[in-house]
């Protein structure tokens, strides 16, 4: 089983990416072969709008969205995980969905995913608006209805785990969250 892991936030080693990485962690330890990206590290321009795509499901633009692409058709699990940003996903995450639609075929009923089917899906967010601020401001449900939107139709069994009320990573603040997630890796299969 193949699993890779996306981080579509900027700081490392904080809430959102270790959430990530112990999801990973109990998938690894379930057998998987785990890899991870940083989508912040990468080169990923914004979708031009040109429709080039739409017969062969390969963007014509020339970056990093090409060496991620293969990973992503490839994978049986994929976690995926952004910070909230003003009540959505960040500007990198939403490049990478923007350039991920050219892997999609398009249909007369909407895009369909023409690779193989992961069979599951783990959306993650973190945010510092305590709960139930973040979801009564609708601050992770924005993120998560962003992530849906783009994963939902690659129609995998979709888990959602969030963090709130975080800014930095604290390891006795956290523990509780980073054990479900943890818990959350092992289950997958």
Not at 68 to 73: A, D, F, R, V
Not at 114 to 141: N, Q
Not at 156 to 162: A, L, M, V, Y
């Amino acid at each position: 089983m193949k699993a890779l892991g996306i981080l579509a936030g900027p700081r490392k080693g904080q809430v959102t990416d270790r959430m990530l990485d112990e999801v990973l962690r109990g998938l690894k330890e379930r057998g998987a072969e785990v890899s991870k990206v940083y989508l912040y590290d990468l080169n990923i321009k914004p979708c031009r709008g040109c429709y080039a795509c739409r017969g062969t499901q390969e963007c014509v633009i020339a970056d990093d969205f090409k060496n991620i692409s293969k990973e992503l058709s490839d994978a049986d699990v994929l976690a995926f995980a952004s910070p909230v940003y003003v009540g959505n996903v960040t500007s990198v995450a939403k490049a990478f969905f923007d350039r991920g639609i050219s892997m999609f075929k398009m249909t007369n009923f909407g895009p369909k995913w023409p690779h193989r089917k992961p069979r599951k899906i783990v959306l993650i967010t973190s945010c510092f608006a305590p709960f139930p601020f973040s979801h009564l401001m609708g601050v992770i449900p924005g993120c998560f209805r962003a992530m849906k939107l783009f994963f939902g139709m690659m129609k995998g069994d979709i888990k959602t785990i969030f963090a709130t009320g975080r800014w930095d990573f604290n390891s006795k603040k956290c523990r509780g969250i980073l054990n479900k997630a943890y818990n959350l890796g092992l289950t997958l299969n």
